[in-house]
């Protein structure tokens, strides 16, 4: 594609102004073309189609005057009404569904306690299809009113094709389950990896508006890495997703080689506490570390020597994201965060031993308590939401990329 073609320059300044006014709307025309560096004349061309597209919408600021006219200001904002998502988020332990509309509001959200381990393609597809029809019953809407849905799941996931190529959540690998969930659903079905779309919420409603370049590491059952550069989700090839508990960290006893997701995931750490009786059962019924840790407290065992192994090579993967990206900041969350203040002070330090002199000046390491509900509803919606901001609407909406 030509770089110079204006076509293209206006799709890519649609999109731009389409942004701003997300994340700062109410917003004046002015402001857009101060904050984007696009000419006046551009922007009120844009987003007169805009508005006649019903994307955004004017609204009168009562007491803000023209300085020259005397009456309210026209400031521009999205139109919540423009179209509605399904955010679904198929986690270790349950399922979170989240309807939002155009602006990202929740309209409605439910979660299912549940654990989705190694299950069959259609047990999971009927899971998610069960849920994205009560979670939208609930938003007193019709599944003909959705005009996307997005699933995020752990592992490795190839976002154009919706292929999960490796995952926890599958007894199969490369699973197109895009495509499942659209024929049960009819609804057009996005897949991501739960690590991009959290890393997404966190720059549209989180600690990270105000930057646009971070990493975020998330640490559940698989080890997952978003990566925002310049305010856009980086992906591989095919659109894949990363995740960097396929990290090799050394080699185990018989010689095959160690990766960090065998000693510092979710699993790994759940499997060492099973060995004290008081968590046993709470391990082996999949409730998570929630639960695990309540029953530890009143017998007042000591957190395992895993824990500090798993929070010793989380500092080393964190560093080498670090080295490889140098981000001004990287944003640790997860469900090991529940391992609480001693495994945090691990990570930190590990990092800092790890992680080289220059950035550790310029890397910021942030840790963020596990995403709830509503959070991780959010982060499903907001790569859908995405999708349709780039998606062609009549003549006026930025183009999805090819």
């Known amino acids: 594609m030509k770089t110079g073609d204006p076509e293209l320059m206006r799709e890519i300044n649609r999109f731009r102004i389409l942004d701003i006014v997300r994340r700062h709307g109410p917003i004046a025309r002015v402001e857009i073309s101060a904050r984007t560096e696009i000419s006046p004349t551009t922007v009120s061309a844009i987003t007169g189609a805009l508005i006649e597209d019903g994307i955004i919408q004017p609204v009168a600021l009562g007491g803000i005057h023209e ?13 919540p009404n423009a179209a509605r998502v399904v955010g679904v988020r198929i986690g270790p332990h349950g399922i979170v569904a989240a ?55 752990p592992g490795t996931v190839e976002f154009r094709s919706g292929l999960v190529r490796f995952g926890p959540t599958f007894a199969d690998r490369d699973v197109l389950f895009g495509q499942a969930v659209a024929m049960r659903l009819g609804v057009p079905a996005i897949v991501e990896s739960d690590a991009n779309a959290l890393a997404l919420a966190e720059h549209w409603f989180g600690r990270c508006r105000d930057v646009e370049d971070f990493a975020l590491v998330l640490l559940e059952q698989a080890i997952g890495l978003g990566i925002l550069h310049d305010g856009q989700l980086f992906r591989g090839a095919h659109g894949l997703s990363h995740d960097i508990g ?80 140098a981000p ?3 944003v640790v969350t997860g469900s090991l965060l529940h391992l609480g203040t001693p495994f945090r002070e691990t990570v930190t330090a590990s990092f800092t031993q790890a992680v080289s002199a220059p950035l ?43």
């Open 67 to 79: 300085p020259t006219r005397g009456r309210p200001r026209v400031m521009l904002q999205l139109d």
């Open 99 to 153: 309807v939002a509309n155009f602006k990202g509001d929740v309209l409605a959200s439910l979660e299912l306690a549940l654990r989705v381990r190694r299950q069959p393609v259609p047990v999971v597809a009927d899971l998610v299809e069960d849920t994205v029809r009560r979670v939208v019953v609930e938003a007193g809407l019709t599944l003909g009113d959705i005009g996307s849905l997005c699933v995020t799941l």
């Open 246 to 325: 396929e990290l090799v960290i050394g080699a185990k006893a018989d010689g095959s080689l160690l990766r960090l997701v065998d000693i510092a995931s979710e699993q790994a750490v759940l499997s060492e506490l099973a060995t004290d009786p008081a968590a046993r059962d709470a391990v082996h019924a999949g409730l998570g570390f929630g639960p695990v840790l309540d029953r530890l407290a009143p017998s007042g065992a000591e957190m395992p020597d895993a824990v500090e192994r798993a929070g010793r090579a989380i500092g080393i993967g964190v560093a080498n994201v670090a080295t490889i990206f």
């Open 328 to 330: 001004p900041r990287i």
């Open 360 to 402: 550790r000046a310029v890397t910021a390491l942030v840790f963020e308590p596990p995403a709830g509900t509503a959070r991780l509803g959010q982060g499903a919606a907001a790569i859908a939401l995405r999708e349709l901001y780039g998606s062609p609407f009549g003549t006026t909406g930025p183009v999805r990329p090819a």
